[in-house]
């Protein structure tokens, strides 16, 4: 932050989240310290390769005026890094009532015993934010966690597990659905026989055979089985 007396310029180094073939911004507020309009001016040592809004402006007293600083993108990537491009601030007083149209190049010369101040600002390049992890598919909730791996055959296999595991189960699934199908057909075919039993028994006036019973009976308890593994 600087500690100059007509303006407060806040940050005092532009970082620049850099990133190849991107538009990247950043922004400055400029606050007036003093009892005075102060006019101001942006300076760049390489204005092709920043675009910065607005670069002359008045800031009223104990106001503050936010000042957006665009590089342009960048096909290449610096040498480790470093940025060499520097910025200059330049602060005048001027007369109240002043606008950003009555600006000129002489109010921020201090030849013309103009009250002048100046400020000279770094750039620097900072790594882009990391995106958020994305979530990996079977890692619901409920699932075990599974070990980080480092060679290629065992990451190959901890992807293609769940998917084997889900093949095995529908497998299943379908196995014991067509058993308690063919069950279910079974036990009706037995009971429209058995029905048919106990009509004729009941106009011969004969008992129905318990082995026939006994039969049905299994078939039952066999088919609740299945409908509970189901």
């Known amino acids: 932050m600087s500690n ?5 310029i806040e940050p005092q180094e532009l970082e620049f989240p850099f990133e190849l073939k991107k538009q990247i911004s950043c922004s400055l507020q400029l606050t ?10 942006v300076k760049t040592t390489n204005p092709k390769k920043y675009c910065v809004r ?3 402006g008045v800031v009223l007293p104990h106001s503050t ?3 957006i600083v665009t590089m342009q993108a960048q096909k290449e990537a610096p040498e480790d890094m470093q940025c060499k491009d520097k910025f200059l601030l330049q602060a005048a007083v001027v ?10 190049p002489e109010m921020f010369s201090k030849e013309s015993g103009n009250r002048v101040e100046e400020s000279k600002l770094r750039v620097a390049y900072v790594p882009p934010p990391r995106p958020p992890s994305p979530v990996r598919e079977g890692s619901e909730e409920g699932s075990s966690p599974r070990a980080s791996v480092s060679d ?3 990451l190959l296999r901890a992807h293609i597990e769940p998917k084997e595991n889900t093949t095995e189960v529908k497998t299943l699934i379908s196995k014991l659905t067509d058993e308690k199908n063919s069950v279910i057909q079974q036990n009706n075919k037995l009971q ?7 009509r004729g028994s009941s106009k011969n006036g004969g008992g129905i055979p318990f082995l026939y019973v006994v039969i049905v009976g299994l078939l039952g308890i066999l088919l609740g089985y299945l ?4």
């Open 65 to 67: 005026c936010d000042v």
């Open 54 to 56: 607005p670069n002359t």
């Open 4 to 8: 100059g007396e007509l303006l407060r």
């Open 95 to 104: 007369s109240p009532g002043t606008t950003t149209k009555d600006i000129t």
């Open 192 to 198: 429209q026989e058995l029905e048919l039993l106990r």
């Open 152 to 154: 290629n055959g065992t």
């Open 32 to 41: 007036n310290r003093a009892d005075s309009y102060v006019a101001f001016k």
């Open 227 to 230: 409908l509970k593994r189901t």
